[in-house]
């Protein structure tokens, strides 16, 4: 499947295609998660529709127990296996933390580093759905700060199939998290048989005078302020991030350094993110470059609430990533 050119798609199906051509190219890859196998839809938003159709066993919906099925997938690791498991939202993580955290992160350091846990998590997460407080927090910042692993999440479908193989063929546990609006909004295709190495950070608007930094919904709303503030002559440079965990730090800081200013979005909440980690890299090694404080932008400080309007007004906007840069310019 290598070296062929897919059309527009949702990410959705670009999910699918890389799980397809992973299972394809390697026998070890296997699927693990509530509801993933056909007869039972092929997972909670159809993700994972005819795989099981296409490799059988090695397809396998699992009982509502996370942190069991988890548990089995770290075993399946390190007996040699690739092991793929869907948790279906991203607050369910924290009932298979444990499994996650003291287990998978932790074996290739107690182990000497004579044990690999060739892990993939995926989970999705986001508001904008009216799901409530507990199916749409962003806790990517605690895996990232947990040794051992990596943390990614795509914008787009053509990033998301090759940032998915290469979460696969790690050789160390990767949490991949995927924006519930971004799977089902078209996008450019990937290459298929692309792989993107994780920490590999991609700069989706070239710009000079103030570097926007975001990842998933980020990358959107900073690309929407960016097309703002080019019609007032103020020209932004959209770096998305695609790795959180490890970051690139090249990437993002030869930008920085060109424009000397910078914003970093994220739907997570403000405080203590991984908004607060770019910021402070970004000052301690490019402090006498900066014509102004980075800015954060983030989502507001409390649980997503369920009603509309006060979802509209919790989430981050383009308008809120303008302002930030403003303030970079001092205008």
């Not at 986001?126 to 507990?134: E, K, R, V």
Request: glycine share 10%; net charge negative; with cysteine.
């Amino acid at each position: 499947m290598s070296d062929v050119k897919e059309e527009k798609m949702t990410m959705q199906k670009a999910i699918n295609l890389a799980l397809l051509d992973a299972m394809a190219d390697d026998d070890n890859v296997i699927l693990l998660g509530e509801d993933v196998a056909d007869p039972e839809g092929g997972g909670v938003v159809g993700t994972t529709t005819g795989l099981s159709a296409a490799y059988g066993d090695r397809v396998r919906s699992t009982p509502i127990s996370e942190q069991g099925f988890m548990g089995a997938a770290v075993g399946a690791a390190v007996a040699g296996m690739r092991p793929v498991v869907e948790i279906m939202l991203m607050n369910f993580m924290t009932v298979a933390s444990d499994q996650v955290v003291n287990h998978a992160a932790k074996l290739r350091f107690m182990s000497g580093g004579q044990t690999h846990v060739p892990l993939t998590i995926r989970t999705m997460s986001g508001a904008g759905a009216q799901t409530g407080g507990q199916h749409t927090d962003w806790t990517e910042a605690w895996y990232a700060h947990t040794a051992g692993m990596h943390v990614v999440m795509p914008s787009n479908p053509a990033d998301a199939y090759g940032l998915l193989r290469g979460c696969i063929e790690n050789d160390d546990p990767c949490l991949f998290l995927e924006l519930i609006p971004a799977l089902f909004t078209p996008g450019p295709g990937p290459v298929r048989g692309t792989v993107i190495p994780v920490g590999k950070a991609r700069v989706a608007r070239e710009g000079s005078d103030v570097t926007l930094i975001g990842y998933g919904r980020g990358v959107w709303d900073s690309l929407a302020a960016a097309e703002k503030l080019a019609g007032e002559g103020v020209n932004a440079e959209v770096i998305d991030l695609r790795s959180i965990s490890p970051l690139d730090d090249e990437t993002i800081l030869s930008s920085v350094a060109r424009t000397g200013r910078a914003v970093v979005v994220h739907e997570a909440l403000r405080s203590f993110g991984v908004g607060a980690e770019v910021s402070s890299r970004i000052h301690e090694e490019l402090f006498s470059d900066l014509k102004a404080p980075v800015q954060r932008v983030g989502s507001a400080e409390c649980p997503t609430p369920f009603a509309r309007h006060l979802e509209t007004a919790f989430l981050h906007s383009p308008e809120e990533v303008e302002a930030a840069a403003r303030k970079t310019l001092g205008q």
